[in-house]
C-alpha cells in the first residue's frame, strides 16, 4: 500500500526545490556576470583636477568600502598630492621597483610610500610629466588603488596604461583596467570630469 503524504508536506518540498532551482541559477548568472575578463563593461571614474591643477586633496577611507577618493586626479608638473586618511589604517604607495612591485609610475619619477597612516596626510610632489598608479599596501588586493596624471603627457608608452602585470591581485588588475580606462579617456578629451576640489594657479 502506498504511502500518502499530506498536502502541506507535498507543496513544501516543491516549495523547496523551486527555491534551490531559482538559487542556483541567480547564483550562475552572478558568478558569469562577473566573469568578464578584462573586456566588456569597465567602470570608469570621474577625474578631479586639471592640467593646470596645483594642489590637490585624495582621501583615504573605509567608509563604505576601502578607497582613495577621488580614484584619479590631474595635477599641473610639479603640482602636489595631499592624501588625507579620514577612516581606517591606509598607505599610500607607488607601484614603482624601489617598492618591490611593477614600474607603473614614469621611469625616471620618484616612488614614493607613506608608511602605514591611522590618521593625518602625506604630501607628494610630482616633478616628472606622466602618469602614476599608487595603492594601499593592506587593501591592493581589494582594489584600494588610484590614478594621477601630471601635466599632459602622452599616453602611448606610459607604463601606468600598460596592461595589469600577472602579478598583481585580481581586485588589483580590475581596478587597473577602470583607471587606465578613466586616464585614456581624459587624455583623449584634453579635460577631467565634473568635480575638482583643486586650488589652480
Known sequence: MAKVMPVATI????RRRDYLRASGLAATTALLAGCGGGGGNVETYDVAGGANTQTIEVEMTSSGGQIFDPHVVWIQQGGTVTFNNTVGSHTTTSYSADNDKPQRIPDDADGWDSGTLTSGTFDHTFD????????????????????????????????????????????????LRALNKTVEEALTSGSSGARNNSNAD
Open 11 to 14: 507543496l513544501s518540498r516543491m
Open 128 to 175: 616628472v610629466e606622466g602618469v602614476y598608479d599608487y595603492y594601499c599596501i593592506p587593501h591592493e588586493s581589494m582594489g584600494m588603488l588610484g590614478s594621477v596624471i601630471v601635466g599632459n603627457p602622452d599616453p602611448d608608452g606610459q607604463p601606468a596604461l600598460a596592461d595589469p602585470q600577472d602579478s598583481l591581485p585580481g581586485g588589483a588588475a580590475t581596478e
